[in-house]
């Protein structure tokens, strides 16, 4: 399947068919349906039966197989959790090694006798080494091999891996469809959570770090020293990464510098009132050195750095902001 708001997109493979190309690259935001659709051409590629308009029939042995995840000529990369570790606070990546057990496989002959089918998700978690492995085999594509990458960030991607594929954006839903979708879904609190998620309805749900990010917009409408140092060790206990926090705090940031120019929220539009009076009271200076400072700390998210004592840092720096000292 592929979402509706990717309908036009696949218009435009099917149409093109038989000129495919060796490599494809679909970017755009995360969240929105990309992998779904790439898992939708890669079936279709594979389909034994596809139909007159190339969908996979859904029937044959290959696309029974492919639905059991268990194709033998369909490949995933993807970064792995080591196996007995948590995610924790570490970078995921996709290393050589990975790419190099891939690229062994795919040298090989197909098992069904088709085409054979990579897909790399999300392509820019390739550290370089894994990148310049994968740019060997691109450069020099094994017959009957189609790789597709996915993208959430095709500025982190090495240039030359771009220069390989055909590239296609996939467009983020409407509004309308993204809140349609979620509540056609039955998801709670959905206009709210859409709007946190810059309008891709496709998030994970995770209603504790949900529950942590609503104690924080309370902390940070009304902030006080003591209740900020047991939020810093509430949240180190759930041990996430830094990164979380700094997004949340940046959208936060973010709405004020809004409110302060008179336009509505973007991330927290149910703080709207609050955002409003901490914009009326708070220097806009100051509120650029803040921000300036989560943005030199967010290459460090997923640094073994003390998120405790990063934590206690920002949120007085915070406290110091809204007391405009």
């Known amino acids: 399947m592929i979402y509706p708001w990717h309908t036009e997109q696949w218009q435009q493979i099917a149409e093109h068919w038989h000129t495919r190309p060796n490599a494809w690259l679909f970017s755009g935001k ?24 190339h969908e996979p029939c859904g029937t044959c042995p290959s696309c029974h197989l492919f639905s059991q995840n268990s ?13 007995g570790e948590a995610v924790g606070r570490k970078l995921l990546q996709i290393k050589i090694d990975a790419v190099r057990e891939l690229i062994a496989q795919v040298q090989l002959t197909s098992v069904r006798g088709g085409l054979r089918v990579v897909l790399i998700h999300p392509a820019e978690s390739m550290n370089l080494q894994a990148a310049n492995g994968l740019l ?4 020099e594509p094994p017959a009957d091999v189609v790789f597709l990458l996915i993208s959430h960030n095709r500025d982190k991607l090495l240039p030359t891996i771009k220069s390989r594929c055909r590239q296609m954006v996939l467009p983020a839903p409407s509004y309308k469809e993204a809140l349609t979708y979620l509540n056609n879904n039955q998801t709670e609190n959905a206009a709210a959570l859409l709007a ?3 309008g891709a309805p496709l ?5 504790e770090q949900d529950e942590m990010r609503e104690e924080l917009c309370a902390l940070l409408a009304q902030p006080r020293l003591l209740a900020i140092l047991d939020y810093a060790a509430a949240f180190d206990k759930k041990k996430w990464p830094l990164a979380i926090f700094i997004d949340w705090l940046q959208k936060w940031l973010l709405d004020i510098g809004l409110a302060q120019q008179k336009i ?9 009132a609050k955002l409003t009076d901490i914009a009326q009271t708070t220097n806009p200076a100051t509120l650029f050195t803040l921000t300036d400072t ?12 003390s998120v405790k004592m990063q934590l206690e840092f920002l949120l ?10």
Do not use: V
């Open 30 to 53: 995360e969240n929105t349906g990309k992998t779904t659709f790439a898992r939708h051409l890669a079936q279709a590629l594979l389909c034994e039966s596809p139909t007159a308009s």
């Open 71 to 83: 194709h033998p000529d369909f490949y995933e990369l993807t970064p792995e959790i080591p196996e």
């Open 136 to 139: 060997k085999i691109l450069e």
């Open 196 to 198: 946190f998620h810059s």
């Open 203 to 207: 998030f994970p749900l995770d209603a």
């Open 264 to 272: 509505a929220p973007l991330y927290f539009p149910d703080y709207a």
């Open 294 to 305: 989560l943005n030199r700390l967010s290459p460090y998210g997923h640094h073994t750095l």
């Open 316 to 325: 007085t720096e915070y406290l110091s902001f809204r007391q405009n000292k």
